[in-house]
């Protein structure tokens, strides 16, 4: 066995672990391939044998770049595994926007760039024009893309690895999960794949049962099932048609995709511990106790104020317009069962309101939500009691708090930092947007709705988002969304060193021209 | 006398061109239903756009979805009536265009609070047609020139790969 990591540069191993994942990727292509032959849609299949092969180059270029990586068995730092994941996403999203491009849906390569990088954070925003007469191959894709991004991209490539790869946990983290269900990695990331696959088996199931009761036709029934599930499941708010979930005019589709995507907030610790018959954890865990106060709270003051101002006739309206898009919104899918734009004429600066709360709020950590998330919000309010509690105490007096996720863990002020320090990123990243959304004339409640959507990863429009919105603002809620779904510390490592190889290469300049 | 003709011709032309446009303007677009719901609320309006994906019956009425190029809307329409449209739009079809005149709901009571339309009568305006995949020639070239690159490409990348992985 040899270790010669000195031998291998930074730049080598974060090209090679790139390369994996671009070529893992390159290989997913051949489902909508196999949809495409199926369906006899020949254009679409043509598009992903061009973005396959494109992929694979792309992919061979990078990990042969880094190929010393493997020959040396190099390790991987905590830097190089965020900047892994940063790079690979930035670099997927381009690749996997050619078929887009190739299939005559989309104006530009920045909308097919919006749209998967809104597939990958599992937002769920569109700029794909006719999506009604879409490919089946295409619609396979953009849910796939969904799907697989809610449970990330690199860990659909470490479930793959064949070995487990030393310092596989820091290209874990990297991507913005850190929850060990299993005491290694590779454990880890097939138990998330594992629980996803029997839900989703699950989910499609009731689905197409539910679409054949509807009137759909046995083959559209099940196509319409998956891709729902795809999306619900993933928090991410895709439709294969135009009208979202209206399409289907069913309160029984709703209530199921509704289910769907609850569980799809939840953390994948705790599927896992409730799978392991610790049911407790339930009620006890901080943040599902955090979810089902704000959404309680976020559903019945929505309820009240739009009652007030008779915007629904009665409860079962209630009950499918508001709660269902204010859950839709809190659980950051983006399933929406109003018109974007009756967010605007008819819910009122009230409901707009709170539904930039929620959105803002997001699902659980570790989970294919988006948001702040309810561990951060509860930490940050557990936080807020300790320390006047402390206030209120006697200066000699010495308590250990506590809070419950998963197990009990202690409270102290590093952690209601951390969580301080994130919830103030989303709120920069939220008002910038907001601001930039002002700038280009919007209204200031339609801007911070719509920036709200793109920083929580939720997919919920009130008609800004459209192909004719100013290119800065499809640049910037990339980057929102991006910024996002990896929680900032994967993007900002991605700048260091990229800006840090900038200097290099100044200084080095610099020196030879001296 | 021909100036006072040509006078009465034009007249007659701008008469008949003002009419059309009042026609035209009867008919509603989706987009325009959704931005006055409250104005069109519980009103006759008519709607033209094409039939999407397909019909759900759910017994003596069914659901057509219609798309007009602003946006797309839900007709609750009599069964009997929605199975004249033989043609629904998705990656292969053209649907039939549809003209559907009926009452706008902005929270339908029997639906939920959905925003729709009850069809009072439908009309098929144009068949829908099947559309036929034409391939373009630059896209034949470039898979016939990448695929093969890069399947030998990876095929020797996965070889190497191997023998790598059993040294190590």
């Known amino acids: 066995m040899k270790f010669r990591t000195n031998a291998v540069s930074s730049f080598e191993i974060i090209s090679y672990y790139t390369g994996y994942v671009v070529l893992c990727t390159a290989l997913l292509m051949t489902i909508p391939i196999i949809t495409a032959l199926v369906f006899a849609e020949w254009n679409a299949m043509l598009d992903f044998l061009i973005s396959m092969a494109i992929a694979t180059l792309v992919g061979i270029a990078l990990a042969g770049i880094g190929w010393r990586t493997k020959q040396n068995r190099a390790n991987i730092q905590?830097?190089?595994?965020?900047?892994?994941?940063?790079?690979?996403?930035?670099?997927?999203?381009?690749?996997?926007?050619?078929?887009?491009?190739?299939?005559?849906?989309?104006?530009?390569?920045?909308?097919?760039?919006?749209?998967?990088?809104?597939?990958?954070?599992?937002?769920?925003?569109?700029?794909?024009?006719?999506?009604?007469?879409?490919?089946?191959?295409?619609?396979?894709?953009?849910?796939?893309?969904?799907?697989?991004?809610?449970?990330?991209?690199?860990v659909l490539a470490l479930t793959i690895m064949i070995r487990e790869t030393s310092g596989a946990y820091r290209l874990y983290v990297g991507e913005a999960k850190d929850i060990e269900l299993v005491p290694n990695v590779k454990g880890t990331t097939r138990i998330i794949w594992r629980i996803s696959m029997i839900y989703l088996a699950v989910g499609t199931a009731a689905l197409w049962i539910d679409g054949l009761i509807i009137g759909l036709k046995p083959v559209s029934a099940f196509l319409h099932a998956l891709f729902m599930f795809e999306s619900a499941w993933?928090?991410?708010g895709f439709a294969p048609m135009t009208q979202n979930i209206m399409y289907?005019?069913?309160?029984?589709?709703?209530?199921?995709?509704?289910?769907?995507?609850?569980?799809?907030?939840?953390?994948?610790?705790?599927?896992?511990?409730?799978?392991?018959?610790?049911?407790?954890?339930?009620?006890?865990?901080?943040?599902?106790?955090?979810?089902?106060?704000?959404?309680?709270?976020?559903?019945?003051?929505?309820?009240?104020?739009?009652?007030?101002?008779?915007?629904?006739?009665?409860?079962?309206?209630?009950?499918?317009?508001?709660?269902?898009?204010?859950?839709?919104?809190?659980?950051?899918?983006g399933f929406g069962t109003v018109y974007a734009r009756q967010f605007a004429l008819e819910w009122g600066d009230f409901g707009i309101l709170i539904m930039v709360i929620v959105m803002?709020?997001?699902?659980?950590?570790?989970?294919?939500?988006?948001?702040?998330?309810?561990?951060?919000?509860?930490?940050?309010?557990?936080?807020?009691?300790?320390?006047?509690?402390?206030?209120?105490?006697?200066?000699?007096?010495?308590?250990?708090?506590?809070?419950?996720?998963?197990?009990?863990?202690?409270?102290?002020?590093?952690?209601?930092?951390?969580?301080?320090?994130?919830?103030?990123?989303?709120?920069?990243?939220?008002?910038?947007?907001?601001?930039?959304?002002?700038?280009?004339?919007?209204?200031?409640?339609?801007?911070?709705?719509?920036?709200?959507?793109?920083?929580?990863?939720?997919?919920l429009s009130i008609g800004i988002t459209s192909p004719a919105m100013p290119a800065v603002m499809k640049i910037y809620y990339i980057i929102a969304m991006y910024m996002g779904r990896l929680e900032f510390l994967s993007v900002f490592a991605l700048i260091g060193y990229v800006a840090g190889g900038i200097k290099k290469l100044c200084v080095k300049s610099l020196k030879f021209s001296s | 006398m021909r100036k006072i003709i040509k006078i009465f011709v034009l007249m007659f032309l701008l008469v008949i061109s003002f009419s059309l446009n009042v026609f035209a303007a009867q008919r509603t677009d989706i987009n325009s239903l959704i931005e006055h719901a409250k104005a069109l609320d519980n009103k006759e309006v008519t709607v033209q756009g094409e039939a999407i994906g397909e019909m759900m019956n759910r017994g003596e009425y069914s659901w057509v979805n219609i798309n007009d190029g602003t946006n797309a809307m839900g007709i609750w329409i009599k069964t009997a009536e929605a199975e004249q449209i033989t043609s629904f739009g998705d990656y292969?079809?053209?649907?039939?265009t549809v003209k559907i005149t009926g009452i706008f709901h902005r929270a339908c009571v029997e639906h939920g609070g959905e925003a729709d339309i009850h069809s009072e009568t439908c009309e098929i305006t144009v068949k829908g047609i099947t559309i036929s995949e034409r391939i373009p020639s630059g896209k034949l070239i470039a898979t016939v020139l990448l695929v093969p690159v890069a399947a030998i490409l990876f095929f020797l990348y996965y070889k190497k790969s191997r023998k790598v992985t059993a040294e190590l």
């Open chain 1, 78 to 154: 905590w830097k190089h595994g965020f900047v892994i994941a940063a790079l690979s996403w930035f670099v997927l999203m381009i690749l996997c926007a050619i078929p887009y491009c190739l299939s005559g849906h989309i104006s530009s390569m920045l909308d097919a760039c919006f749209d998967v990088m809104s597939g990958f954070t599992t937002t769920g925003l569109v700029l794909t024009q006719d999506l009604d007469h879409l490919s089946t191959a295409l619609n396979m894709w953009r849910h796939m893309l969904t799907f697989i991004g809610g449970q990330g991209m690199v």
């Open chain 1, 234 to 236: 993933s928090t991410g």
């Open chain 1, 248 to 333: 289907y005019h069913s309160l029984s589709f709703e209530t199921i995709t509704m289910i769907i995507f609850i569980l799809g907030s939840f953390n994948f610790g705790l599927h896992y511990a409730i799978w392991q018959g610790k049911r407790k954890e339930l009620v006890k865990n901080i943040e599902t106790q955090s979810f089902f106060i704000t959404s309680f709270i976020a559903c019945m003051l929505t309820v009240y104020g739009l009652s007030r101002a008779n915007v629904y006739p009665d409860t079962v309206s209630a009950f499918r317009r508001i709660v269902y898009n204010v859950i839709s919104a809190h659980t950051t899918t």
């Open chain 1, 360 to 459: 803002l709020i997001g699902g659980s950590a570790c989970s294919t939500a988006g948001g702040f998330k309810g561990l951060r919000v509860g930490i940050v309010f557990k936080g807020l009691i300790m320390d006047i509690k402390k206030l209120l105490c006697s200066e000699r007096s010495r308590k250990a708090y506590k809070f419950h996720h998963i197990k009990d863990q202690l409270l102290d002020d590093s952690v209601v930092k951390s969580s301080s320090l994130i919830i103030i990123c989303y709120m920069v990243l939220f008002g910038i947007g907001t601001m930039i959304g002002t700038f280009y004339g919007y209204p200031l409640s339609s801007s911070a709705f719509e920036a709200a959507s793109v920083t929580g990863n939720v997919g």
């Open chain 2, 92 to 96: 292969k079809h053209k649907g039939d």
